[in-house]
């Protein structure tokens, strides 16, 4: 009966459904695909007439701004902590829309983290922030039209690792004794993130691998330095060294010695791209592939506008 009873329980064991997420090798790397590629990283946008088109001075003013992490997170990269991401609004007098409806709130305000996109969630996550002001029109003025500025800041990264084929016996060695050839490597579809690789040159002399790496903005906002002040970007003075710089770090598991430049470890980006040439010391005597790691860090900037009306409520 002993035995019974364990064969019967080896049996129901071994008949249970397979865990849900990833069931098959496919979906998982389908999934993957989708979180690792596309141009965006948080994006924002006014729900359905908030704020109004027009309202009264007597009215509050209420805007409601959705925010949407549609970047890639793979590990934990660009999951959005509370100091990690503000929306701001801009663009009309304080004195006029009073109260805090100018002061930054952070994106993942009342959720603890806004999450990018993984491969349980290939939609990101998402928040609302609700931005409320009294209006007081000044004595005489019985018509205000301002033009209000939604920005976004947040603070993001790229991560790119594409498969790179090095060859210290390049002119050497005929072709058929080797397992790949060192090509130029075409990067099209984004990294999921608004600032991506978009073109890797690969070249040999020697026993030394030369990258060209081109990096291009391919978002809808503005590049800015991952030291700039994101957390009141709307009012704060941006100087020239806080505007499209990248932060880069290159390596490479099957290179020795590295030599890149720029070599204070920033690009500047000129009309959205900039350029980054790293050597790399190659060992051995035979051609291999290898992933060539790319890592780039930098905040960026959305913004959005909305022009609306306030008059004088009729007495």
């Not at 006014?46 to 701004?65: I, K, T």
């Not at 100018?102 to 305000?109: A, D, M, T, Y």
């Amino acid at each position: 009966m002993i035995v019974l009873t364990i064969l019967i329980s080896l049996a129901l064991i071994s008949c249970k459904p397979g865990p849900a997420a990833g069931e098959k090798p496919l979906d998982t790397a389908a999934a993957l695909k989708i979180v690792k590629s596309g141009t965006e990283g948080v994006k924002i946008k006014l729900q359905q007439n908030s704020p109004p088109d027009l309202l009264y001075d007597q009215n509050e003013l209420v805007a409601l701004v959705e925010v949407e992490n549609k970047g890639a997170s793979v590990n934990g990269v660009n999951d959005l902590q509370a100091q990690d991401c503000f929306v701001q609004v801009t663009g009309f007098d304080p004195n006029i829309i009073t109260g805090a409806f100018n002061i930054p709130r952070s994106c993942s305000e009342g959720i603890g983290t806004l999450e990018g996109k993984n491969v349980y969630n290939t939609r990101g996550g998402t928040n609302i922030l609700e931005f409320t002001s009294s209006v007081s029109l000044p004595l005489g003025v019985t018509d205000y039209t301002p033009t209000l500025n939604f920005l976004a800041c947040y603070n993001y990264r790229t991560v790119a690792n594409p498969s790179v084929c090095v060859d210290p016996l390049f002119y050497q060695v005929t072709s058929e004794q080797k397992t790949c050839q060192p090509r130029d490597v075409p990067m099209g579809g984004g990294q999921g993130a608004p600032v991506g690789i978009s073109y890797v040159g690969v070249d040999m002399v020697g026993d030394r691998a030369i990258f060209e790496i081109s990096i291009r903005n391919q978002g809808t906002g503005r590049v800015l330095s991952p030291f700039a002040n994101i957390q009141n970007c709307g009012q704060s003075s941006l100087e020239y060294r806080d505007l499209d710089r990248v932060s880069y770090n290159v390596q490479m598991t099957g290179g020795g010695k590295i030599n890149c430049k720029p070599q204070d470890g920033f690009v500047r980006l000129t009309n959205g791209e900039g350029k980054i040439i790293c050597t790399f010391a190659i060992p051995g005597t035979s051609a291999f592939e290898t992933p060539l790691l790319i890592d780039l860090d930098y905040s960026y900037v959305e913004s959005l506008r909305k022009a609306i009306r306030i008059v004088q409520t009729p007495q």
